[in-house]
């Protein structure tokens, strides 16, 4: 694979410390995506609110990505899912053109329910990009050490079958 970089969002933490592992253990790029306005972690408004943006598909505004996107033809996006799809900013990201003609690895972290998650992000990614691959972390709170070798191992697949 060319050069890599990670993007994710994050809330609570959980798809950080997977994309963290990810970065650290791969030795490549990473920056956090960050809305403008983002929701609170704590408290139970944060269903309501990141619920509310999720299903109804709001794509808030994003800080300006600080990495040169031009440098890397290969990007893996993180997000947890809400609401059953991914992130708004992640949604943002793909669906507003912020990134385009990358090769996208796409990994989601969550708690179980990702029906149509799947559906959502190859749709969402083949707008302006590629899809590879999609991989999922169950219960990363949880499930730490157990989630993050396997997001790694698949990762590692990835960038030996593309070298
Ligand atoms: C607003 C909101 C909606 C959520 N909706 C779902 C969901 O539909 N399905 C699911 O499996 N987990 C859901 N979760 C749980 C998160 O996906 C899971 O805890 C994830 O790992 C959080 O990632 P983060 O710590 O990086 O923010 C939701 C969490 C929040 C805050």
């Known amino acids: 694979m060319d050069k890599t970089l990670?993007?994710?969002?994050?809330?609570e933490k959980n798809t950080e410390k997977i994309a963290s592992h990810l970065a650290k253990e791969l030795n490549v790029d990473i920056e956090r995506i960050t809305p403008v306005k983002d929701i609170k972690p704590k408290g139970f408004s944060k269903y309501l609110t990141g619920g509310f943006q999720a299903s109804f598909k709001v794509k808030p505004k994003l800080n300006p990505i600080q990495?040169?996107?031009?440098q890397y033809s290969n990007v893996i996006i993180g997000t947890p899912?809400?609401?059953g799809t991914i992130s708004p900013s992640i949604y943002s990201l793909l669906e507003k053109g912020l990134i385009k003609d990358k090769n996208i690895a796409f990994f989601y972290t969550f708690k179980g329910g990702d029906k149509k998650t799947r559906d959502i992000i190859r749709k969402s990614v083949s707008k302006y990009n590629k899809l590879i691959s999609i991989h999922s972390c169950l219960s990363v709170d949880q499930d730490f050490d157990n989630q993050k070798d396997k997001a790694l191992n698949?990762?590692?697949d990835l960038l030996n079958d593309n070298k």
């Open 67 to 70: 990495k040169n996107l031009d």
């Open 81 to 83: 899912v809400w609401a």
């Open 6 to 11: 990670i993007l994710y969002y994050s809330l």
């Open 154 to 156: 698949w990762a590692k």
